[in-house]
């Protein structure tokens, strides 16, 4: 048997292999970069919604959800569903605080147009903070398991400069 077709089968057996390697390390990286992308939209969104739950402690009337906390909301739950199905428990316990934070505070609105006495009586900021902190604390979970699933450094809130309340 003659070397070179043999030489020639191997060489070709190996550039096959390192194009079907490279193939697979830059599908790998692409995929990476995505999820990485994702993350910041995803972060983006959580931290706009966060701001928006913030700012209900100092509004006089409130409206509803809002278009802007509604749309920051769903694209997060958008892009989880899509990139990030290991934050499933971790999204659902958000929405589940935002579900109870909404209801509290349209209870609360009508009490305040219905008996403002009563209201005043209810003790609303105490039971307002102690639904922010769960909110915060979903959310840091949340934060937590984005930043380990897809290795994006996640600023802490304080870092940011925004206010803790307590």
Known sequence: MEPTPYLVAWLVAVLLAIGVL????????HNTDMRRQQAQQLLH??????????????????????????AALDQACTIRLAWFPELAG????LLAVHNRLVNFLASQ??????DPEHWLESEHDKRFL???RQ???SLQALLAKLEEATSV??????????????
């Open 22 to 29: 490279s193939w697979a390390l830059a599908r790998y990286q």
């Open 45 to 70: 969104a959580l931290h706009h919604y966060s701001d928006w739950v913030c700012a209900q402690r100092l509004t006089a009337v409130f409206q509803g959800e809002g278009p802007d906390a509604a």
């Open 90 to 93: 971790d999204m659902a316990q």
């Open 109 to 114: 609105q009508a009490l305040w147009l219905r």
């Open 130 to 132: 102690a639904l922010w």
């Open 135 to 137: 909110h915060r604390f």
């Open 153 to 166: 450094r996640i600023h802490s809130p304080a870092s940011r400069g925004e206010s803790t309340y307590a």
